[in-house]
């Protein structure tokens, strides 16, 4: 069930003159350090959440659909499905969005086959979904405490830049984990 970053977000959700006001960093010797904490900190907030907090574009990779029906999207939030193919016997399609309908207001978003869904190969990957997820183009469209989050995560490791340090688990700050934790799985 692999996904696979298509279109990565236009800004990140917390901008290096934010990161550098909340580390008290005045002059820009250190922009280039400070930009990859931040860019790290926002990876291991989404990846621990499961959430997208700025507007990209993912694909969602099954090797069958479910079952029960509902394909589930492990990413959140996702905004919109832009295309749904199909690998089927007969070769690859982009299956009509008649055939199947999505739940995009749940956690997770849900994918149901309708009547008319085509009939999958065997195989890996015979199904890939591309979606568009995030809670919005602009960093303040992030919600307000994973943001604070992040800014604490940067702040952690610019400080214990040799991965030292009193820290909760896996080398998050105790009440960066508590926001983090706060959102796993959360529906909104």
């Not at 069930?1 to 298509?6: R, T």
């Not at 507007?55 to 479910?66: L, S």
């Not at 008319?116 to 183009?137: I, Y």
């Not at 105790?174 to 706060?182: F, V």
């Amino acid at each position: 069930m692999p996904l696979s970053l298509v279109v990565p977000p236009a800004a990140p959700p917390v901008t290096l003159e934010q990161a550098r006001a909340h580390l008290k960093v005045d002059g820009t010797e250190e922009d280039a350090l400070i930009t990859d904490l931040v860019q790290a900190a926002t990876r291991r907030v989404e990846f621990e959440c499961s959430l997208a907090l700025i507007t990209q574009q993912w694909r969602y990779f099954r090797d069958c659909w479910p079952r029960s029906g509902v394909l589930e999207i492990p990413i959140h939030p996702v905004r919109s499905v832009i295309s749904v193919k199909a690998l089927t016997p007969s070769g690859l399609i982009t299956v009509d969005p008649a055939y199947y309908e999505a739940d995009l207001a749940s956690r997770p978003a849900r994918l149901r086959a309708r009547p008319g869904f085509p009939p999958l190969a065997e195989g890996f990957n015979v199904v890939e979904v591309l979606l568009e997820a995030g809670f919005g183009d602009a960093p303040d469209d992030a919600p307000a405490d994973l943001r604070q989050a992040i800014l604490m995560l940067t702040a952690f490791w610019f400080e214990n830049r040799e991965g030292h340090g009193a820290a909760d688990s896996g080398g998050i700050p105790a009440e960066a984990a508590r926001i983090i934790g706060s959102w796993r799985g959360r529906g909104l």
